[in-house]
């Protein structure tokens, strides 16, 4: 391995990272849009978006040069090749967290009426879920990792229960149904997050031990 090619896996690595924290920022402010009822904070999520888009071509840009530049093999092509991947998951992060602050103006408008379902359990744990694939990035901690795909399960869970308790609240109070319609928008973002968090962990297990779990333990059931 070059010098060079370590300075540019070196680059790579610092601006993939930096993508995960911006993003990770955004999911919490997100988040925080609709605990606290801020439109201020749902704003600044929406307006950051477009630096993740920016930011999301870049990274793809660096990977594509180093593989034109050095074809790396083994190992660095792994990490390379899943880069590429968790800088697509963490953009679709982005994009759901901005989803998630567009609902925050009418759930605003309607925050004396009582959450159906576990919403804060359900927030809680998929930033956690987001949080623990970026720290098992930067630690290439595959038990992180591991932990994060198994964490999957307790938000589809989630919101299976929330889609159920919704069309139950439609059905009782349909004066409300914009509302009912909107925490059902964010549990369905919250659980795609989830699943790229998932994604990410996958990639980084692959990275690491070059095993693809994607799909393992899935059943194949129509």
């Keep these: 391995m070059t010098i060079h090619f370590q300075n540019e896996i070196e680059k790579l690595k610092k601006k993939i990272l930096h993508?995960?924290?911006?993003?990770?920022?955004?999911?919490?402010?997100?988040?925080?849009?609709?605990?606290?009822?801020?439109?201020?904070?749902?704003?600044?999520?929406?307006?950051?978006?477009?630096?993740?888009?920016?930011l999301e071509v870049e990274v793809e840009e660096e990977?594509?040069?180093?593989l034109a530049l050095h074809q790396p093999v083994a190992a660095d092509l792994r990490y390379i090749i899943a880069v590429l991947k968790i800088n697509n998951d963490l953009?679709?992060?982005?994009?759901?967290?901005?989803n998630?602050?567009?609902?925050?103006?009418?759930l605003a408008c309607h925050s004396t009426i009582p959450v159906p379902f576990n919403l804060p359990g359900m927030l809680d744990m998929t930033v956690k879920m987001v949080r623990d694939s970026v720290d098992a990035l930067v630690s290439c901690d595959i038990h992180r990792a591991r932990q994060v795909c198994s964490?999957?399960?307790?938000?589809?869970?989630?919101?299976?229960n929330a889609f159920k308790t919704i069309q139950e609240q439609i059905q009782l109070n349909p004066d409300f149904t914009e509302?009912?319609?909107?925490?059902?928008?964010?549990?369905?973002?919250?659980?795609r997050i989830a699943d790229h968090a998932?994604?990410?962990?996958?990639?980084?297990?692959?990275?690491i031990e070059g095993e693809i779990v994607r799909h393992q333990g899935k059943s194949t059931d129509a």
Excluded at 91 to 98: F, G, K, P, T, Y
Excluded at 100 to 106: Q, S, W
Excluded at 179 to 191: M, P
Excluded at 198 to 207: G, H, K, L
């Design 151 to 160: 964490d999957d399960d307790e938000i589809d869970d989630h919101h299976k």
């Design 179 to 191: 509302y009912f319609v909107s925490l059902l928008s964010v549990s369905r973002n919250l659980e």
């Design 63 to 66: 990977c594509l040069k180093i």
């Design 19 to 54: 993508v995960a924290a911006i993003v990770e920022g955004n999911l919490q402010k997100a988040v925080r849009s609709i605990t606290d009822n801020s439109l201020q904070l749902a704003n600044e999520v929406i307006d950051s978006d477009l630096v993740v888009d920016s």
């Design 91 to 98: 953009e679709r992060i982005a994009d759901l967290a901005v």
């Design 100 to 106: 998630i602050a567009e609902r925050a103006e009418t």
């Design 198 to 207: 998932t994604n990410i962990a996958e990639d980084i297990i692959y990275m």
